[in-house]
């Protein structure tokens, strides 16, 4: 199996995993609430027994989050991002609707057939879950499971506005004050940017780059990385020292991105009549990061690192390659057997530094 379609399968079987915990605790919370509240008014019913109603916030926590989160991870989350808003949120409102009768329908029957000690398919039984769904309470269910599948989707969407485990640095506050933390950088920058923005024109130029990002980011997600800043036509990107090394991730992206906007050659040709070509420049060092601004709050880096990542980019036209890296990276990198042969390109001198900088390409 492909190693970022691996990674992508357990990110997404992760996210479902975590909405299905999640949705669990908040329908057994409902449980010992709705418990509660009964146990504090002194309200007692004739022969309840507090298991069954127990065993059916399990069962709808877990349906429910397996096939929410499925819901969401796997088609909803893709219609907020390529849909316009309110056509999506029509779409999810409708699917939504049917999850919470694929998953109420059962356990309403399995608990009142319980209740009753009938079989399930008894006219009583029907009788009585008829009434149920005919009744405020569910509706109250209905909009409750409708607000956290909202927020869940709310969550997931500013998660990937900040970028994976960002958002989690955000609510801890990490960055509140600067921190100095070691950080690997690869500058990403389209080839011919000038002359294709010059073709195409304005408005389609700009659809093209969105097409471009939107094209390239599962390859950044799944190696791991986290998207730095969009600089006109440029990524920048970022990754933690270990997660940057580890399967030489960083180095594995650029190849992916570049392997996938192949793989939609057709689609620009027939689009854009233009194929996307990256060149990348990569470079590891000491950053100071620390969270900066006032109403639009963001987490910056600052340091030499970037700046020299940006000149070896810059490298690439001239030495005729499509990717280029220093040998401090090198010499972090655990490169795959049989998987990347860096070759050296030589000691250079980087446009406004004085120190030379030994390079390599793939």
């Given at each position: 199996m492909n190693f970022f379609m691996s990674n992508r399968i357990k990110s997404q079987l992760r996210k479902i995993f975590w909405i299905t915990v999640g949705w669990t605790l908040i329908s057994i919370y409902q449980y010992f609430h709705v418990y509660s509240v009964m146990t504090y008014s002194g309200i007692s019913v004739p022969g309840f027994d507090p298991i069954l109603p127990l065993r059916s916030s399990f069962q709808v926590g877990i349906l429910g989050g397996l096939m929410g989160g499925s819901g969401i991870v796997f088609v909803w989350e893709r219609w907020l991002r390529?849909?316009?808003?309110?056509?999506?949120?029509?779409?999810?409102?409708f699917s939504y609707t049917l999850v919470f009768l694929a998953v109420s329908i059962p356990v309403v029957f399995s608990y009142q057939s319980a209740l009753l000690h009938l079989p399930v398919a008894h006219p009583e039984v029907r009788r009585v879950v008829l009434e149920r769904f005919l009744s405020l309470s569910q509706l109250e269910s209905?909009?409750?499971?409708?607000?956290?599948?909202?927020?869940?989707?709310?969550?997931?969407?500013?998660?990937d506005k900040y970028g994976p485990g960002v958002f989690k640095d955000f609510l801890l506050g990490k960055y509140f004050h600067p921190k100095r933390e070691e950080r690997i950088f690869m500058f990403l920058d389209l080839r011919s940017s000038t002359t294709i923005a010059e073709r195409l024109g304005e408005q389609r130029y700009f659809n093209f780059i969105k097409?471009?990002?939107r094209h390239s980011t599962p390859a950044i997600q799944y190696s791991k990385g986290e998207i730095y800043q969009y600089v006109g036509d440029?990524?920048?990107?970022?990754?933690?020292?270990g997660t940057g090394t580890e399967n030489a991730n960083c180095?594995?992206?650029?190849?992916?991105?570049q392997r996938i906007l192949k793989e939609k050659a057709g689609y620009y040709q027939a689009t854009y009549e233009e194929v996307p070509e990256f060149k990348a420049g990569l470079h590891y060092g000491y950053v100071m990061a620390g969270e900066i601004g006032v109403v639009k709050r963001d987490i910056a880096f600052s340091g030499d690192v970037l700046n020299t990542t940006a000149r070896i980019q810059a490298k690439c036209n001239e030495l005729g390659v499509n990717i280029l890296f220093s040998k401090f990276l090198l010499d972090k990198l655990a490169l795959p057997p049989n998987s990347f042969s860096p070759r050296k390109i030589g000691?250079?001198?980087?446009?406004?530094?004085?120190?030379?900088?030994?390079?390599?390409?793939?």
């Open positions: 390529t849909r316009n808003y309110g056509w999506a949120l029509m779409q999810i409102f209905y909009l409750f499971w409708l607000i956290v599948t909202l927020g869940t989707l709310i969550v997931l969407l500013v998660n097409d471009v990002f440029e990524i920048v990107i970022s990754w933690k020292t180095i594995r992206c650029f190849f992916e991105i000691d250079m001198i980087l446009r406004g530094k004085k120190q030379e900088v030994v390079l390599y390409t793939i």
